[in-house]
């Protein structure tokens, strides 16, 4: 019933920028927080950031912060995750979340 759907993912050069989307349904999408998570080859699922039902407040790990901004538009069911000066570390495939739900993942390489 609960869908969380990524898209937006890519390839790109190192020092470029790309934006991910993430639209939910059958959820009342404005009461709940959202987050990114990320997970890169051989390693363990990582926070990344979270964002307010509101969209008033956010919050980001250090490793991204002042990189990636998250935003909401709740009228159309949607997280945001816009990525600047990417790096090859952020390779990853990329999901978002609410409580116990998970979008399927979309994967953003970035080369150097």
């Known amino acids: 019933q609960v869908q969380l759907v990524e898209s937006g993912g890519g390839s790109v050069q190192a020092g470029g920028s790309l934006s991910l989307s993430c639209v939910a349904s059958?959820?009342?999408?404005?009461?709940?927080?959202m987050s990114w998570f990320r997970q890169a080859p051989g390693q363990e699922r990582e926070f990344i950031a979270t964002?307010?039902?509101?969209?008033?407040?956010?919050y980001y790990v250090e490793s991204v912060k002042g990189r990636f901004n998250i935003s909401r538009d709740n009228a159309r069911n949607t997280v945001y995750l816009h990525m600047s000066d990417l790096r090859p570390e952020d390779t990853a495939v990329y999901y978002c979340?609410?409580?116990?739900?998970w979008g399927q993942g979309t994967q953003v390489t970035v080369s150097s």
């Open positions: 979340r609410t409580t116990v739900y």
């Open positions: 059958g959820l009342p999408f404005s009461r709940y927080y």
């Open positions: 964002i307010s039902s509101s969209g008033g407040a956010t």
